[in-house]
């Protein structure tokens, strides 16, 4: 009778070594990731703004330890710990990662809803193309990779203190707004400019963005000091850009024109690349 009861001892001690040794494994399958994108980097913190320790081939697994930010803190070959940028592990249609891939940018469509904003002389609202222009810019940064943050995707009213608000709260890297100008008499003034209110990063910014816009149709009125509340009340580097006069027949032919929307976006997404080749 007690050999029995050792065989069962012996057997139920077994089944319990080889029931941990399964979970064990379970957990450590359901605790790690397969990198889907060429040359993955791993930061030394969760923000494009880190060292980068090393850098992962497409195939490799990683270890997840925890998750802060969209960004995921793993252990690489069993010696390298650091940060991983969480949207990009998986996705296979970036081919080469880049500063910009790794970053999280806010883009702000001006007024919405019941803020129409400026009027064209027809009476198309301003609001209609601010929101088509940053959908353009959303789609060309997501190609690259990048993380985006809309302050609003459809037609609707955001407050002006939320739009700041955004992207500290999803921990941005930029913050870009959206709007097209209007003066006091229509056929009187033409020409995008880009404004910053914070010296430093946002200025550098705002210069990145429009030097690139030089090839346009319409004309430069340079980079300029502005005390706007969604750039001035911003933690990250932050700048509106006004695309033309709505109220000029001349610009305005260009806003509502899809190819001046077009190569408006591809030259702010241009810009937003060259500043962060330029700025470590």
């Known amino acids: 009778m007690k050999r029995i009861w050792e065989n ?10 080889i029931i941990t040794f399964f979970v064990l494994i379970v957990s450590l399958e359901s605790n790690s990731v397969t990198v889907k994108v060429n040359q993955l980097n791993i930061r030394s913190g969760p ?8 850098k992962v081939k497409q195939g490799q697994r990683l270890q997840v330890i925890s998750r802060k930010s969209n960004w995921i803190k793993v252990i690489y070959q069993h010696k390298t710990i650091g940060w991983v940028a969480a ?15 790794e970053a999280t940018i806010v883009l702000d469509p001006g007024h919405g809803g019941s803020d129409t904003g400026a009027l064209s002389m027809t009476g198309q609202p301003e609001k209609r193309y601010t929101l ?7 789609r060309n940064l ?17 407050p002006l203190a939320a739009r700041p608000e955004i992207a500290n709260s999803s921990s941005a890297n930029l913050f870009v707004s959206f709007h097209f100008d209007s003066s006091d008499e229509n056929n009187v003034a033409s020409g995008y400019t880009c404004y910053f209110y914070h010296n430093g990063d946002s200025k550098q910014l705002a210069k990145s963005v429009n030097d690139q816009m030089k090839n346009l149709p319409l004309s430069s009125r340079g980079v300029e000091f502005g005390n706007f509340l969604v750039i001035r009340d911003n933690s990250v580097p932050a700048i509106l850009i006004e695309g033309g006069y709505i109220n000029t027949s ?14 408006l976006a ?7 690349a060259n500043y962060f080749k330029t700025n470590n």
């Open 8 to 17: 069962k001892s012996w057997i139920v001690a077994t089944l319990a070594i």
């Open 87 to 101: 949207w990009l592990v998986q996705n296979s249609n970036v081919q080469n990662v880049t500063r910009l891939s």
């Open 132 to 138: 088509e222009v940053a959908k353009r810019v959303e």
């Open 47 to 54: 923000d494009v703004t880190y060292s980068v320790r090393a």
């Open 266 to 272: 591809d030259d702010v997404v241009d810009g937003i």
């Open 250 to 263: 001349k610009d305005f032919k260009q806003i509502q024109n899809p190819t001046y929307q077009k190569k």
């Open 142 to 158: 997501q190609a690259r990779g990048a993380r985006v943050v809309m302050t609003r995707s459809s037609d609707k009213t955001v």
